[in-house]
């Protein structure tokens, strides 16, 4: 049906469409939010890492002193209060750095960001921090362990015991009497080693006398041979026993006599 004053478009005309069946819609950058969140994360970051490298830096000045004796910190506290504060504070400044940096690992859109290398710079810092941190934590149980063996710990308020010369000192007498105590027991070791040897050969003699006294009692000619021999022995005892003493008479008598 056609219209009147209205004429239908020629077959071989197309006619342009005023909206488009699919349209594309345009490429939106990044949000804003996502940019402003990723700049305070990583702000966060650098300031929790500056705050981390100054603790630790004082852990280590305190973890070096300890060992030379209990003093006191500018607060008034001993220095195993102060290591454990420290201690608390560099675990909480790790635990609040390991958390923005995961957060800093959602905000990256893709493997392809270009955040993806601050975020294992950052990472690589915390890894650092963390391992220096056990260094010296390390450190600190060793030289706590060597003050407990010299009674130096007797309370969380206790007044200092000994100075840090004093401490080196009695460090060095208890390895020389370490090694004094370690030198005697080897002495005595083979002291015991020669009295059980010793042992042994008067068992092995006693031994070999009833065996002999046994076969003199069964053969009556050795028992009388073996009593043969001892009489012999003893008159030559008796013998030379005499010729001794007759001899030393006459030399007293010839120096009485000159």
């Given amino acids: 049906m056609e219209f009147e004053g209205i ?4 077959a071989n005309i197309n006619v342009a469409m005023a909206y488009p069946k699919n349209p594309t819609p345009p490429t939106r950058p990044e949000s804003e939010a996502t940019s402003k969140a990723w700049e305070e994360l990583r702000r966060e970051a650098r300031k929790l890492e500056g705050e981390l490298d100054v603790k630790i830096a004082a852990y280590g000045k305190l973890s070096s002193s300890y060992e030379y004796g209990y003093t006191k910190g500018e607060s008034g506290l001993s220095t195993d209060q102060l290591l454990q504060t420290k201690s608390v504070e560099i675990n909480t400044a790790l635990a609040r ?3 923005v940096n ?5 905000a990256i859109t893709g493997g392809a960001d270009s955040r993806a290398h601050t975020l294992a710079r950052h990472r690589d810092i915390l890894h650092d921090f963390t391992q220096e941190y056990r260094r010296l934590s390390s450190i600190v149980g060793a030289a706590r362990e060597r003050a407990d063996l010299l ?4 309370g969380s308020s206790s007044a200092p015991l000994m100075g840090g010369g004093n401490t080196g000192l009695l460090l060095r007498e208890r390895g020389l009497l370490d090694r004094s105590h370690a030198a005697v027991d080897q002495v005595i070791g083979q002291a015991q080693g020669v009295a059980a040897s010793l042992t ?12 002999v006294a046994s076969i003199g009692a069964r053969f009556p000619v050795v028992n009388s041979l073996l009593n043969a021999i001892r009489r012999r022995k003893n008159r030559d005892n008796v013998i030379l026993a005499g010729v001794m003493g007759v001899c030393m008479l006459l030399i007293l008598l010839y120096w009485v006599n000159k």
């Fill in 151 to 154: 009674g130096g710990i007797s």
């Fill in 102 to 106: 995961s957060s800093m690992s959602h």
């Fill in 200 to 211: 042994g050969q008067r068992q092995l003699f006693d031994a070999i006398d009833s065996k």
């Fill in 97 to 99: 750095l390991s958390d």
């Fill in 7 to 10: 004429s239908a478009p020629p």
